[in-house]
């Protein structure tokens, strides 16, 4: 069955250390989203990528960087400039310039500091 | 900027009864898509139902319907005969029509946490 997963579930990160969240899909989408999810906050855009090579800062994507360098996978870098990284992050796919088409979502990942 | 409005932040309902979950948005444009998102404790963000913007016509799935007021910038998904796992956090979501930059911008709102009681 096709889907997206990432991983790991959950991913703990020591003051000044970067650590990678992993988002592989088998959708065929072109289009990936990373979301950071916090309590009573909804889910916000951290980056997206419409095509390989090719990525889009979104709405806090201040201390975390991305790279798509294939078709199914969109890695995110937490970096130590995110000064409060702790939160639940998804990532999706959708396919591109189809409005109507929802997006697919992973397992998402829960992120904590050490 | 669109922005999507979700007042309940917790319902709940008694199991094989019916429930409402209101959503508001607010947009200058006139195409566009509206979404409701299931997100169940496993935390995996589930489509509910969609709703054009340009069909008049409420949206069906099963038990779940949607009440869309486009003049009143209003969506609310209806659950009837709530059943026990119904019990999420459901997410209202605005899709824009317009390409901004090849992007299609997605906004959500906060969510409403539904109990369903037995």
């Known amino acids: 069955d096709g889907g997206i997963t990432q991983s790991p579930k959950y991913l703990f990160r020591k003051e000044g250390q970067n650590v990678t969240l992993s988002c592989e899909q088998n959708?065929?989408?072109?289009?990936m989203y990373w979301y950071r999810q916090d309590p009573g906050q909804g889910l916000r855009l951290i980056y997206y990528?419409?095509?390989?090579?090719?990525?889009q800062k979104g709405d806090i994507a201040e201390g975390y960087s991305v790279s798509r360098e294939k078709k199914e996978s969109f890695p995110l870098t937490v970096t130590s400039a995110q000064k409060n990284p702790t939160a639940f992050y998804l990532c999706?796919?959708?396919?591109?310039?189809?409005?109507?088409?929802?997006?697919?979502f992973g397992d998402g990942t829960r992120l904590s500091i050490l | 900027a669109q922005t999507v409005t979700q007042s309940q932040p917790e319902m709940s309902v008694q199991e094989a009864e019916t429930v409402t979950l209101s959503c508001t948005y607010d947009t200058s444009e006139s195409d566009y898509y509206l979404f409701w998102y299931k997100q169940p404790p496993s935390r995996q963000m589930i489509l509910v139902i969609r709703?054009?913007?340009?069909?008049?016509q409420n949206a069906t799935e099963n038990r779940f319907s949607v009440n869309f007021q486009k003049a009143a910038k209003s969506f609310s998904l209806k659950i009837s005969d709530s059943q026990l796992g119904d019990a999420a956090m459901y997410f209202c979501a605005y899709r824009s029509r317009t390409n901004s930059g090849g992007y299609q911008k997605v906004t959500f709102g906060t969510g409403t946490k539904l109990q369903v009681i037995p």
């Open positions: 990528s419409q095509i390989v090579n090719d990525f």
């Open positions: 959708l065929n989408h072109d289009a």
């Open positions: 999706a796919s959708s396919m591109r310039d189809r409005v109507n088409q929802p997006q697919h």
């Open positions: 709703q054009e913007a340009y069909k008049q």
